[in-house]
């Protein structure tokens, strides 16, 4: 062995084991991260206990305490020792280790967060008509004796991280702490609807989510934790296929979220955050919301146990499931056949927004004696001098007021005619934009180039079955630079691509030339066509399917081809969109998640105008 490489073998210290303490602590920082994973295991261990009544109490985001109290069957003297030792549970059968149907099964929660604080806990089982109390300080048991207490667990949690001061410099502040704490706790209540649960910050309620008995507990629940609003615009799922059931609320399309933090999603119960599920919820949407938006969801997935493995990683966040597709498949289906059914609706929300952006002044301002009123302003059939208006004047204001400047149409509809469709009948087109409707009890609006995008796309996917789709060549060819890799990828799907009508090829070791487009993009950008291509395979990568990166390429045709905003229209033109979208699956909303439609209430305008 070369000199540079020997090791004096005697200067190394001698391998020894650590204590147990010690090895509670380390076990700790896998575990018990923030204040939030102790709450979580906390709170977990009261409903593997049969808790149906749930208090926590936290001080200083929870440095300082963290406290919480259950109704769940408690614990025996012997047992209340034994549950603060390491790999010590009443949840696990050693021989049969795929089968977990608990939160908590490793036996390290509890030792592992009585090892970095000062913790007290006291229980007291049905049976018994006194409770014990016992007390750790750092991992180190203190006493036990017994102690007057109700039928449950009480676990008091004191200065947390005391004993590993450098974790407490990692924390942040204490807003953010019981930010996570607040988030943790919601995603509990929302799996477990039947048990009351409340949470106090400081003496200060944060959350009261009382037992609930409804005929929908979950549905109430979700009301409780976010609000109606939600309910209100989401589509409920309830499939169950090959032992595995999938039931929730997802929103509709038009109801989306700027980030993916009200995606709530279980696996028997557990709050998970898995890349593979939200990976399918983002395929399912994928041609019916912006790249940048996100859908609002709250899913529930159960699987048989021997199906799953919940032991991936410590804080049981992430899982594994042992036949991926099935799994991705089965909600991919679902979550499409709830938007293929519903997807005709748009969101309640996008109206009342409008109707609250509306605004009526109170008050009209009256102008200064040196200052002249326009006469054009909405004061003026008011006089503000002592001279009458001229006449002629009013004559012409009310001749102006009768003839609407927007395009009007010879009122000879009759009663029927609006009352028989959805969307009515189309009255004008405003700013070359905007098709206005009337039905029986609202006013409609609708966006003529979103609306037209949803029809033109889902033609172009019936043509596509029907192999009907024809090309155009180029006249000059476009060359378009490439990183290597990703050509190598675009290139591996030349094939598929010249059946939508896209003819690539190899140019250079970093280029590619496109000689053909589908004929009905015309005069498209093709450069940045094919880098939405790119983007959408780089995106989801393994997780999609070619059928599926297929149907958003014809969204991205779709929106090269529709109507644009600017073009007059008749009234034939608009009477034929509207009677499209009725008849179009998705016509809610146009391919990027944008509502095509609004509906405004008769009702709700009138309140505008003090009519009720």
């Known amino acids: 062995m070369p000199k540079s490489m020997t090791v004096d073998l005697e200067t190394k210290p001698n391998i020894r084991e650590l204590s147990t303490v010690t090895i509670s602590r380390i076990a700790a920082g896998e575990v018990v991260e923030r204040p939030a994973s102790a709450v979580k295991e906390l709170v977990e261990n009261s409903l593997d206990a049969g808790a149906t009544e749930i208090t926590v109490k936290i001080e200083a985001g929870g440095k300082n305490l963290i406290f919480i109290s259950d109704n769940g069957c408690g614990m025996t003297k012997n047992n ?6 390491r790999h010590t549970t009443s949840k696990l059968i050693e021989d049969d280790l795929l089968n977990i149907k608990h939160f908590g099964f490793r036996g390290e929660a509890l030792p592992s967060i009585a090892s970095v604080s000062r913790m007290t806990i006291k229980s007291r089982p049905a049976h018994l008509t006194e409770g014990y109390m016992l007390t750790i300080l750092g991992g180190e048991k ?18 947390l991280f005391y004993a590993t001061p450098a974790r407490l410099k990692f924390l942040r502040n204490e807003k953010t702490e019981i930010q996570h704490i607040v988030d943790l706790l919601k995603r509990i209540a929302l799996a477990n609807p039947k048990a009351s649960l409340k949470f106090y910050s400081d003496n200060k309620i944060l959350l009261n ?32 296929t090959d032992n595995v059931k999938l039931s929730g609320y997802i929103s509709l399309p038009t109801y989306d979220k700027g980030t993916s933090a009200e995606q709530y999603l279980y696996v028997n119960k557990r709050p998970v955050k898995d890349k593979l599920l939200f990976v399918a919820i983002r395929i399912a949407y ?7 938006r ?4 709250v899913l529930f997935l159960d699987v048989p146990p021997e199906l799953v493995d919940v032991n991936a990683h410590p804080a049981k966040t992430e899982v594994r499931f042992r036949d991926v597709h099935l799994i991705r498949n089965i909600l991919i289906g679902a979550l499409k056949n709830a938007l293929l059914n519903q997807g005709h609706l748009a969101s309640s929300t996008i109206a009342n927004d409008a109707l609250r952006a509306a605004t009526v002044e109170k008050t009209i301002p ?48 009759t009663d029927a005619l609006y ?3 959805k969307l009515g009948a189309a009255r004008c087109q405003m700013h070359e934009t905007y098709i206005i409707s009337q039905t029986k009890n609202s006013i409609i609006i609708v966006d003529q180039h979103a609306a037209h995008e949803r029809l033109v796309y889902e033609q172009l996917k019936q043509q596509l079955e029907d192999e009907s789709l024809s090309k155009q060549r180029l006249l000059i060819p476009e060359i378009i630079e490439l990183n290597p890799d990703i050509m190598e990828k675009l290139l591996k799907i030349k094939e598929n691509l010249s059946k939508l009508g896209l003819q690539i090829e190899h140019c250079t070791s970093q280029s590619i030339i496109v000689t053909e487009i589908p004929a009905l993009l015309g ?20 997780n999609i399917s070619f059928k599926e990166l297929i149907n958003h390429i014809l969204a991205t045709y779709a929106c090269h081809h529709s109507i644009r905003s600017g073009r007059q229209m008749n009234k034939d033109e608009m009477n034929n969109l509207l009677r499209e979208m009725e008849n179009t699956h998705h016509s809610g909303q146009c391919n990027h998640g944008r509502p095509t439609y609004i509906e405004l209430q008769l009702k709700d305008i009138d309140k505008l105008f003090g009519r009720t």
Do not use: W
């Open 366 to 413: 009256q102008p200064r004696k040196s200052e002249q009123m326009p006469f054009s302003s909405v004061s003026q059939t008011r006089s503000f001098s002592s001279a009458p208006s001229p006449k002629p004047h009013i004559n012409k204001f009310m001749h102006d007021f009768a003839q609407p400047v927007v395009k009007g149409f010879e009122e000879n509809e």
């Open 80 to 85: 209340l020792s034994l549950a603060v030792r």
């Open 419 to 421: 009352e028989q469709y």
């Open 142 to 159: 203190q006493s036990i004796a017994p102690t007057a207490h109700h039928i449950g667990t009480t676990v008091e949690v004191r200065d």
């Open 286 to 292: 994928q041609n019916f919301i912006s790249r940048d």
């Open 294 to 297: 996100f859908p609002m969801v």
């Open 523 to 542: 005069d498209c950008n093709v450069k940045k066509l094919i880098q939405n291509i790119i983007d959408d395979i780089i995106e989801f990568e393994e």
């Open 209 to 240: 989510f009382p037992k609930n008995e409804t005929e929908n507990p979950l549905c109430s629940r979700i009301s409780e934790v976010f609000n109606k609003e939600f309910i209100d615009n989401s589509i409920g799922i309830n499939v169950q």
